[in-house]
């Protein structure tokens, strides 16, 4: 994250990996690990909410698509700053926090749902899981796909 000002949208998990992208292109490489993990939560939560299995190929599918073509430098030096986030680190339960405040992603997953079979296969049916909690799951992505917990 940029701390003079914002580099991203926080509107779906492909807006916050395409600043990642976009610090990367900047040499911003802690900010671009940040949004990273942003977006990796964000990604998570969607594979909790959506229904197809399938769909959540797309996890894999968004960040190749995002970062394909940059110089193998920029990527290792971007790999190395996701790496310096570990739990411990003060960084780290910064950008927790800030995920906290934000609370649960509520854009609608069409990313996601549309990398699916079912939406091919069965148009008609239901795409999210209902009902659902929506902040009890996003506590579990925080506190299991990205070590929130940890942090604190």
């Not at 909690?133 to 506590?139: E, F, L, Q, R, T």
Request: with cysteine.
């Amino acid at each position: 994250m940029h701390r003079s000002g914002r580099c991203y949208s926080l509107s779906t998990a492909a807006d916050v990996a395409a600043g990642a992208l976009h610090c990367v292109k900047k040499k911003r490489y802690d900010d671009a690990a940040a949004l990273v993990l942003i977006a990796s939560a964000f990604i998570d939560f969607d594979t909790r909410r959506v229904v197809d299995k399938s769909a959540h190929a797309a996890r894999q599918a968004l960040f190749s698509k995002t970062f394909d073509g940059q110089p193998p430098e920029k990527m290792q030096d971007m790999f190395l700053a996701i790496e310096a986030l570990s739990p411990d680190s003060p960084r780290h339960g910064e950008i927790c926090q800030h995920m906290e405040a934000i609370g649960p992603p509520s854009y609608f997953s069409m990313y996601m749902i549309a990398y699916g079979m079912k939406v091919f296969i069965e148009p008609e049916a239901p795409h999210l899981i209902e009902p659902f909690d929506a902040a009890s799951a996003w506590i579990t992505s925080l506190s299991e796909f990205t070590n929130c917990a940890a942090s604190r």
